[in-house]
Nanobody
Framework: QVQLVESGGGLVQPGGSLRLSCAASGSILSINAMRWYRQVPGKERELVAA???????NYGDSVKGRFTISRDTAKNTVYLQMNSLKPEDTAVYYC???????????????WGKGTLVTVSS
């Protein structure tokens, strides 16, 4: 089994910063990709950032230049550094990791439970 534990959400003023973390643990052979999504009630889940394979990253247009995704492969942990936060960044942020479990061949998508980020004065 694989578990994802997210942390780092909270309340921040506009222009502030937060760093989210997502640690994967359990029966892990390898990790193919690690992503952050966010969702606002009534809207579809939106890809925020991804880090894939050898370290290639990509970002949603609304966060480019403000958010940075990174990972610690030794700790199976992905981070999302969020700077210059705006009220429209308010959402529940979800970690998504594609993991090949021990004894497996194909990657399986796992989701964290989500962490709330609120940007408000």
């Amino acid at each position: 089994q694989v578990q994802l534990v997210e942390s780092g959400g909270g309340l921040v003023q506009p222009g502030g910063s937060l760093r989210l973390s997502c640690a994967a643990s359990g029966s892990i052979l390898s990790i193919n990709a690690m992503r952050w999504y966010r969702q606002v009630p009534g809207k579809e889940r939106e890809l925020v950032a991804a880090i894939i394979g050898g370290g290639r990253t990509n970002y949603g247009d609304s966060v480019k230049g403000r958010f940075t995704i990174s990972r610690d492969t030794a700790k199976n942990t992905v981070y999302l550094q969020m700077n210059s936060l705006k009220p429209e960044d308010t959402a529940v942020y979800y970690c998504n990791v594609n993991i090949v479990p021990r004894g497996g061949v194909y990657g399986i998508e796992y989701w964290g439970k989500g962490t709330l980020v609120t940007v408000s004065s």
